[in-house]
């Protein structure tokens, strides 16, 4: 259902709050640039430090600027299953195309508690849902066994595979088959994992380098692997570079850099250090990105 190159958008922010104009901008930087769809309110867009209200305020601006051009996907999950379920019927309510489930965090639930959580939500809810995997973040591995329990349930249709392991996205690709699409967490293993048989990406890499992420996804569907395979390899250094400290810093960082955000954080996050500033900066001209 969802493929190719989606973003997980930032969520720009001055003084303090969130900046509709330049998050409008954003979304049609990437629609311009040829992303597949968009994700609000994700890891990449500080969900965790938004309240109840910026949270659905920025889906609503993230929805109302794509303009159905492409697919908005709205991040819905929470260590709570109630309140997961609440905000994914938020986002039915308000039209968007899917919505992206993470793992539950700091809980550590068992993989049973895993599976009644997301089954929860999707007996709740009729919208297409992507598991979210990222056990960095949270705290927990979701397993493929766990996966695979999972992927018969009609509003279930995806998962987001943050692990960085190949072995994990094969495991889960050998056991689902084609009851669930399987869409790279991590830009870094994009094209492996698409080789593999996952459908796309949901980028880090795409809020400043869309058209360079959306050309190797389309190429690997077009069947033209070697050029996948080099815009891959072309886009290894900048892609690791946006992840030198915590995700959504250096992102931030690089848009402001390139003068479409400012590169305000919310607390406990804060600026990049200087060492790393230099060194991404560097990276940027080097990718004649400024």
């Avoid at 402001?256 to 919310?266: F, I, L, P, W």
């Avoid at 804060?270 to 230099?278: F, L, P, T």
């Amino acid at each position: 259902m969802f493929k190719g190159s989606i973003v997980a958008i930032v969520t720009p922010f001055n003084n303090g709050q969130v900046d509709e104009q330049k998050l409008r901008e954003l979304v049609d930087f990437q629609i311009d640039n040829g992303t597949d769809a968009i994700v609000a309110c994700g890891t990449t867009g500080e969900s965790s430090t938004l309240d109840y209200e910026e949270h659905m305020d920025v889906v609503r601006i993230v929805f109302e600027q794509a303009g159905g051009r492409v697919p908005v996907i709205a991040g819905t999950g929470s260590n709570s299953t109630k309140e997961a379920i609440e905000l994914t019927k938020q986002a039915k309510e308000m039209g968007c195309a899917g919505v992206l489930l993470v793992t539950p965090y700091y809980n550590k639930p068992t993989q049973e508690g895993l599976y009644r959580h997301y089954k929860a939500i999707a007996d709740a809810v009729e919208i297409p849902q992507i598991l979210y995997n990222v056990p960095g973040r949270t705290g927990v591995n979701m397993l493929p066994d766990t996966v695979a329990r999972l992927a018969p349930h009609r509003n279930i249709v995806a998962i987001k595979e943050a692990t960085g392991s190949l072995q994990q996205a094969s495991e889960i690709l050998a056991l689902c088959g084609d009851q669930i699409d399987v869409l790279s967490g991590d830009d870094f293993i994009t094209f492996p994992m698409m080789a593999c048989g996952a459908k796309g990406v949901i980028s880090v890499l795409a809020n400043i380098m869309p058209k360079a992420v959306g050309d190797l996804t389309d190429a690997f569907f077009a069947g033209d692997l070697e050029k996948a395979r080099q815009l891959h390899l072309a886009t290894l250094k900048i892609g690791n570079a946006m992840f030198i400290e915590s995700n959504p810093i250096p992102v931030k960082s690089a848009l402001a850099m390139m003068g479409k955000c400012s590169d305000e954080v919310r607390l406990p996050l804060c600026e990049m250090s200087a060492a790393n500033r230099a060194k991404l900066e560097a990276i940027m001209k080097e990718y004649k990105l400024i």
